[in-house]
RNA sequence: GGGGUCGUAGUUAAGCCUGGUUAUAACGCCGGCCUGUCACGCCGGAGGCCGCGAGUUCAAUUCUCGUCGACCCCGCCA
């Protein structure tokens, strides 16, 4: 049907006879002439119809207009001097169309290809109208580069490619399970995977080495910006091994993606950040490094204090956290502001100490000693102009509020290094956490992750239990995170006995990895990253439904086929479904 | 479950705060002219349940409440 795609016709093509093929994306109709931007996913070249080369053509072009689909016939042709278009690849060339066929017509399109974007869900639910915009195929194309450069750096890593099954088996762990009824087995239900967790570590102890899939996986939960319920994963189970040589195979990794997708070489070592030390130094497990502002506990500068507020966080047994912001000038609404801001995060209160004329001022100056005074200035060498803001409550409170505080100042401010990207391990993550809701340990990273050191170690001290256990962690934003497990049934026991899970329903939940630990599993860990999440950093893009050629809407639905929806009396009887709702 | 932003021709926006006239513009669409344009140009035209429903008012696109939808955030996401 074509000789050739419509953005790979160039210079050598001159004086050839050419068929091309592809979508009418401009026409400019000057009566005598008619010029087209003819379209398709390489690019545009211009076609010329004019009555000089056919009569009949020129005539019937008049009938064309846009996004109707068109095979054409003409001789290429280098443009005359002054009409060449640098702005494209194929500008130096024209084809002179002698005849052509309207493969297709197009109804008027409800939004324009190549004006500004209309609002997402119109572009949604013309999925297939905002997929023909040479942007939005720009990104799929570098997703399928993104396969590419993973499946090649993976299998010459020595890494096999080997599918898990989408119906399987619910596990109470972890984030809610999408259900699938089983017609055979009647109320019974399969379950989607949240992560093919433990069928890679079945296939470690199949014996296959070193594992990777890229992978959907599907989780229940709300969506947000950069969380969709289904997602594809970069799936990794390496055996033998301990966490460097999952960190050292997964910088590879990001490596290969960061050049592929950025253009720019990448071969710098990623720095390794303790969690405790993430918490301490700013009030989170996945920093953003691109810039500074950390947080200072200065709990023992006021060990004595006069402060009500501050000998009562003390006496509870809370912390004292600060942050200084320097260079900036902050009016007394920007002050008010950040106050709001900092209880809309849910801190009790937050105090800023503004140094002015090398005097300290705050609201709260009055309550404070000279020596604590002259701590604070001196611990956060303060200068005229300087603002210090300061949190006191529970550790985990106090961190927490001013870890999102110094987001804010970081955006508010525009202390954000732009063009740069901050990768970071985060290393050491406690095993266990304790969950209010369900009044026990849970596991932070998953009950399959091995602890640094046995379990029988600690007694009664479980949250210092340290997990092997990582992240990746780019610009404040989780790509990726990972663990080596637990190989040996008797440790994992032990964890299941931290966790609370009895024997029997360890056993009902996940009999056959227990059982399969039994049988020479060899020692295993790996790692999964954000596939979708990567390359929505990568490319620099707002959203996560960018980078998914099909995304749902934050209710979960899909605009254009309109899932979820009812289905008929016949399939809910088929599997015994009643339905509750109206 | 909670907090917030947005919804006006096919599209993107303005108007709304401070209620009242024919609801404005650009692109697109329709008709006409045009042989070197490339976001072609010029002339003319059509196109609106101002998301939906209530309320306040003599009068609502404008104010209030509710509702639906999209988005952002908290909770949730091992």
Redesign the pocket.
């Known amino acids: 049907m074509r000789d050739k795609h419509c953005g790979l016709v160039s210079g050598d093509d001159i004086g050839k006879v050419i068929n091309l093929a592809g979508w009418v994306f ?8 008619i ?1 087209i ?1 003819l379209r398709d996913i390489t690019g545009i070249v ?1 076609v ?1 119809f ?3 080369i056919s009569q009949g053509a020129h005539e019937r072009a008049g009938d064309i ?2 996004e109707y689909v068109l095979k054409i016939t003409g001789k290429v ?1 280098k ?2 001097p ?4 640098p ?2 690849p194929t ?1 130096t060339v ?1 084809v ?1 169309v002698s005849s052509f066929e309207i493969l297709n017509t197009s109804k ?5 290809l ?9 572009r ?1 639910k013309y999925r297939y109208l905002d997929l023909r915009r040479p942007e939005i195929q720009k990104i799929f194309l570098a997703r399928h580069k993104a396969y590419r450069t993973t499946r090649d750096y993976l299998v010459n890593n020595g890494f096999y490619e080997i599918e898990t099954p989408f119906l399987t088996k619910s ?1 109470p ?4 399970d999408f259900i699938v009824p089983s017609r055979l087995n009647p109320g019974m239900f399969y379950a989607l995977p ?2 093919p ?1 433990l069928f890679k570590q079945i296939l470690m102890i199949g014996g296959f080495d070193r594992y990777f899939q890229i992978v959907r ?1 599907f ?1 229940d ?7 969709q319920p289904e997602f594809t994963q970069i799936d990794i189970e390496m055996s033998f091994v301990d966490v460097d040589d999952v960190l050292a195979i997964s910088e590879g990794l990001i490596m290969s993606l960061y050049k592929e997708l950025k253009g720019v070489p990448a071969d710098f070592q990623i720095p390794r950040m303790k969690y405790a030390d993430a918490m301490e130094l700013y009030g989170t497990d996945k920093p953003d490094l691109r810039f500074g502002l950390p947080l200072t506990d200065i709990t023992g500068i006021f060990q004595e204090t006069e402060f009500g507020v501050f000998r009562k966080t003390i006496e509870q047994g809370g912390i004292i956290k600060g942050l200084v912001l320097k260079g900036k000038t902050l009016s007394r609404k920007d002050l008010d502001t950040a106050v709001d801001t900092a209880k ?3 801190a009790g209160g937050l105090i800023w100490i503004r140094k002015e004329n090398d005097i300290l001022q705050s609201p709260i100056v009055k309550f404070l000693k000279d020596e604590e005074k002259s701590s604070l200035s001196g611990t956060f060498d303060l200068s005229n102009g300087d603002v210090l803001f300061i949190v006191a409550d529970s550790k985990d409170k106090a961190n ?1 509020v001013m870890g ?1 505080f110094r987001l804010y100042l970081g955006e508010r401010f525009d202390l954000i290094e732009k063009g740069v990207d901050r990768f970071l391990w985060v290393i050491d993550f406690p095993l266990l ?1 304790y969950s209010e ?1 369900e009044k026990r340990f ?8 091995s602890p640094k050191e046995s379990i029988r170690n600690f007694n009664g001290d479980y949250e210092s239990i340290i997990a092997r256990a990582y992240d990746l962690v780019l610009n404040g934003v989780e790509i990726g995170g990972g663990s080596i497990r637990n190989y040996r049934m008797d440790e994992q026991m032990e964890m299941f006995r931290l966790l609370n899970i009895k024997e029997e329903d360890a056993v009902e939940k996940f009999g056959f990895l227990l059982e399969a630990l039994e049988m020479g599993a060899p020692p295993h860990g790996g790692i ?1 990253f954000g596939f979708d999440r990567i390359l929505m950093m990568f490319l620099g893009l ?4 960018d980078v998914i050629p099909f ?5 979960g ?1 899909c ?1 254009m086929t309109g899932a979820p929806s009812n289905i008929g009396q016949k399939q809910l009887n088929e599997l015994r479904i009643k339905t509750v709702v109206k």
Request: with cysteine; hydrophobic share 25%; glycine share 6%.
């Open positions: 401009r026409r400019r109709d000057h009566g005598g002439l010029f931007d211009q010329v004019s009555p000089d207009k846009q042709e443009r005359p002054e009409t060449e278009n702005n494209i500008g024209e002179l008027p399109l409800p939004f324009q190549d004006e500004e974007e209309p609002n997402e869900s119109l949604l596990t762990e972890g984030a809610r949240q992560s967790q996986c989780r939960e709300d969506l947000r910006a950069d969380r809309a995060m849910g927490d999102r956490e809701e849970v596991a932070r990273h998953h009950p399959f992750t999964a707002e959203s996560i439904r995304p749902k809407t934050q209710k639905t605009l």
